[in-house]
């Protein structure tokens, strides 16, 4: 599902250039957009992988030139952080030090980071806890959007069974307190 969202926001992203980077049919103004989701906490299944979409072409019959220019206009990573497997090391295990267990344990984290990646945090401790304060901006962040995006789907599903019992939707629109624009937008992703 979070790959369709991020496909879904680079398509947005996308059509977001009309009257702004190019204007009526020049399409060749539109410039490539990239969209990078770090997930934290991943299932087993994905945990510790880095994982890059992209377009590319299938040529079914015959072969045109390759011209990616013309097509290569949106890239979606998805980097999925979990606990230590194989594939644990490197960008992954430092993006975990720095979003996971900076929040959970400060010092061993930064003595990780010192350690195994040669940054001296501990030397400039004050401009460290601004920089990994972001990870905690992002956690903070993480759980708000969460929280509301539940409650709004929670107000979706609401607005759905009043309208399997006959009401209008403009009448479930006002109980639930949400306009229509969001009801839309929000009821195509379910």
Not at 72 to 86: A, H, P, Q, R, T
Not at 119 to 128: A, Q, R, T
Not at 156 to 166: D, N, P, R, V
């Amino acid at each position: 599902m979070l790959e369709k969202r991020g496909i879904y926001y680079l398509s947005r992203l996308i059509s977001s250039q009309y009257n702004v980077e190019f204007a009526k049919s020049d399409f060749n103004k539109l410039k490539k957009v990239y969209s990078i989701w770090i997930c934290t906490n991943s299932p087993k299944k994905t945990a510790n992988t880095i994982t890059r979409y992209n377009f590319k072409p299938e040529h079914m019959v015959g072969k045109i030139p390759d011209c990616s220019e013309r097509y290569d206009l949106m890239s979606l990573v998805m980097i999925n952080l979990g606990e230590s497997d194989k594939n644990y090391y490197g960008l992954i295990k430092m993006l975990d030090t720095l979003l996971n267990r900076y929040i959970e344990n400060r010092e061993n984290a930064l003595e990780i980071l010192e350690n195994e990646f040669y940054i001296p945090f501990k030397s400039i401790n004050k401009e460290v806890d601004s920089m990994c304060n972001l990870s905690q901006g992002i956690y903070d962040k993480g759980k708000a959007e969460g929280a509301i995006e539940g409650k709004i789907q929670g107000k979706i599903e609401m607005i759905k069974a009043m309208l399997e019992e006959g009401t209008t939707l403009e009448t479930a629109l006002r109980i639930a307190k949400i306009d229509k624009e969001t009801y839309e937008k929000y009821n195509s992703e379910l």
